[in-house]
């Protein structure tokens, strides 16, 4: 009987064909697991996410000695506070983020949601705690982390459902996420940073200087990276119809692609000062990227 190829659902397209959000999610997780050497769970598998190695000093009695008849190894039970994870997803689903090329597969809200699924499902069947918040001009969504598969069901419903609407305010609604996030953990911030993005930099500061780990997915459609468009042009604000603009798409491409490259590398110099991980995303690219860069910032966490 042939092998299937599971490395195929890291490919956009391939998922985008698979009609539930929940089955996607699985897909590609077991896609990527396929891709590598070594299980991306190794160093926190399920058989040990409840234990640590046995330190000297660490009381005997905290010896799991039904794990040591099996390894012959000395491990000790991990206290709640070492063990659960909180990670929340910080999703912008704003109007910019609804945008997509006629040969794009998808959506970048939509390729948001695919990585946000699968890191939901990774996390969950970690055993740890996965949490969601969306917003635009205002918080949108709000869901407490837990770590429940029934958690996990609810949190699949909400994201196979979101549409984008409105345009995005950093500075009115990412103020807000603080008070939400009180035990330190991950933060995964998804957005295409278009808008006022020295206010979301300014909030993902803060959350650094409340100890959180922060990891910034920023995902643009390949258009809105290499501009390849011909002969005269109209160009529409996602985030406002009202800036429009008529221009000749091969006399300005450079400029618009130097522009890019600018923005792009400005906030991801910026957030290296604040200390988070950055990821430039396209919606072309390989969901292994996004899922690589989470779980080495996960298992810097420990």
């Given at each position: 009987?042939?092998?299937?190829d599971l ?87 704003s109007s ?57 069901a609810k ?148």
């Open positions: 009987m042939p092998e299937v490395g195929k659902y890291l490919n956009p397209a391939v998922v985008n064909a698979i009609e539930r959000l929940d089955l996607q999610a699985k897909c590609i997780v077991e896609g990527f697991i396929a891709g590598r050497h070594r299980s991306p769970y190794h160093g926190f598998s399920s058989t040990f996410s409840e234990h640590r190695r046995y330190n000297s000093g660490d009381p005997i009695k905290d010896i799991d000695w039904n794990v040591y008849a099996k390894t012959e190894k000395h491990f000790v039970k991990k206290y709640e506070a070492e063990t659960d994870l909180q990670c929340h997803m910080i999703m912008d689903i910019s983020m609804g945008y997509k090329h006629e040969d794009s597969e998808v959506s970048k809200l939509d390729y948001g949601i695919f990585i946000a699924a699968a890191i939901s499902y990774m996390i969950t069947k970690q055993q740890d705690s996965i949490g969601l918040i969306t917003f635009d001009n205002e918080l949108c969504h709000y869901i407490r982390p837990k770590s429940k598969m029934t958690h996990l949190l699949i419903t909400i994201l196979s459902q979101i549409k984008t609407c409105r345009e995005t305010s950093f500075s009115s609604s990412l103020p807000n996420t603080l008070k939400l996030m009180k035990q330190k953990g991950l933060v995964v911030f998804i957005s295409d940073m278009l808008g006022d993005s020295e206010a979301a930099l300014q909030t993902l500061q803060m959350l650094r200087c409340k100890k959180h780990d922060v990891i910034v997915f920023q995902i643009l459609d390949e258009a809105e990276l290499k501009l390849p468009f011909k002969e005269m042009s109209h160009f529409i604000d996602t985030e406002n119809n009202d800036l429009q603009v008529k221009a000749k798409a091969e006399e300005i491409s450079q400029a618009y692609q130097d522009e890019i490259e600018t923005f792009t590398n400005g906030i991801k110099t910026e957030c290296e000062k604040i200390g988070a991980s950055y990821l430039l995303l396209s919606t072309s690219d390989s969901f292994d990227k996004a899922l690589s860069e989470f779980l080495l910032k996960r298992r810097s966490c420990f």
